[in-house]
């Protein structure tokens, strides 16, 4: 695809619930980002992946959280046992740089509801 | 740590130049200065990014001060479309952990 892609757009889950995000980055590109943003709020780091693995995760905020990434390109973010305050967009990026933020391409993000 | 401060909110006539300060004092001496916008509901856009010297593109410009604790991004002709959260950020030295704080909401008024 031309840009980043993320499925699904929209998820309403109910609290206990595992949900699963998607993230297809732009191909070729090396480097994957997690973020979550919360209403109203700044973009909080979750994860960084170089190829297939993952040399930062110390943005995951608890061990319900995880995320791999298969082939050097689909990743996934997993949520287990949801909680209401995992409500919130969490958006992937992705760039041809193995290091650096330079000219990443972020996808619209997945809203994520735990009702 | 790593950290920016940014205005929360700034106000520009469209047709002017939007002029978008950083504090960004922890910075590191490699590290460099990014700049993403934020258009309502879409992901974040890369601007520009600078490590010393000042920086331009066809978008915008970067003018980072001599001890690097500060930098100001400016729109050189701001238009409604311009409207954005624009976020400076760095990176948590020694991670890949970029920090983009709460940025500034840029409204261009006509």
């Known amino acids: 695809g031309a840009g980043v892609s993320q499925s699904p757009s929209n998820k309403v889950t109910e609290k206990g619930k595992d949900v699963e995000l998607r993230c297809d980055p732009i191909s070729g590109h090396t480097a994957l980002y997690w973020y979550r943003q919360s209403l109203g709020q700044g973009l909080e780091f979750l994860i960084y992946f170089q190829g297939n693995s993952a040399p930062d995760k110390s943005g995951l905020p608890s061990d319900r959280f995880s995320a791999e990434r298969t082939g050097g390109s689909v990743s996934t973010l997993t949520i287990q046992r949801t909680q209401q305050e995992d409500s919130a967009v969490y958006l992937c990026?992705?760039?041809?740089?193995?290091?650096?933020?330079?000219?990443?391409?972020f996808g619209q993000g997945t809203r994520l509801t735990v009702v | 740590d790593a950290k920016t401060t940014q205005p929360t909110s700034m106000d520009c006539a469209e047709g002017r130049a939007a002029n978008l300060p950083c504090n960004h004092s922890t910075i590191s001496g490699n590290e460099y200065v990014y700049w993403y916008r934020q258009i309502h509901s879409q992901g974040p856009q890369y601007i520009i990014h600078g490590l010393k010297n000042n920086e331009t593109n066809e978008m915008a410009s970067l003018i980072i001060t001599e001890d690097r604790k500060s930098s100001t991004l400016i729109l050189p002709h701001a238009t409604l479309r311009d409207t954005a959260v624009y976020y400076c950020i760095v990176r948590a030295s020694g991670t890949y952990k970029y920090i983009f704080g709460t940025g500034t909401r840029l409204k261009v008024l006509a």
């Open positions: 990026a992705s760039s041809l740089e193995s290091v650096g933020l330079t000219e990443a391409f």
